[in-house]
Nanobody
Framework: QRPVVESGGGLVQAGGSLRLSCQVSGMTFDTYSMGWFRQTPGKEREGVSCISANSRSTYYADSVKGRFTISRDNAKKMVYLQMNSLKPEDTAIYYC????????????????????WGQGTQVTVSS
């Protein structure tokens, strides 16, 4: 069983919306910050948004502020990313994982040895 399973991606026109979901298993979920990260071919994975374990604090990359909203349900071990006003530059594979050092405020990609990446979910935004 994969520790994380992402879903909800798809093809959408610019200006449209998608809601990504991440089901987590095999960890004490409510003690971890969680984040959404994205990657496009030839580029490094980058932090998009992160949320603290108790949902009280969030972080958003400048490129998505005001358009994306992260949330979580600790009882269901789920993390969500509501994406509105999508742009072609949002096209990427999106992954969820705990941020490096469990720090939501910096929302850094887990270190290179992190081995619990899910398969991700593809988001494609057409112009």
């Amino acid at each position: 069983q994969r520790p994380v399973v992402e879903s909800g991606g798809g093809l959408v026109q610019a200006g449209g919306s998608l809601r990504l979901s991440c089901q987590v298993s095999g960890m004490t979920f409510d003690t971890y910050s969680m984040g959404w990260f994205r990657q496009t071919p030839g580029k490094e994975r980058e932090g998009v948004s992160c949320i603290s374990a108790n949902s009280r604090s969030t972080y958003y990359a400048d490129s998505v502020k005001g358009r994306f909203t992260i949330s979580r349900d600790n009882a269901k071990k789920m993390v969500y990313l509501q994406m509105n006003s999508l742009k072609p530059e949002d096209t990427a594979i999106y992954y969820c994982a705990p941020p490096r050092y469990n720090e939501y405020g910096t929302c850094r990609v887990p270190p290179g040895g992190y081995k619990y990446w899910g398969q991700g979910t593809q988001v494609t935004v057409s112009s």
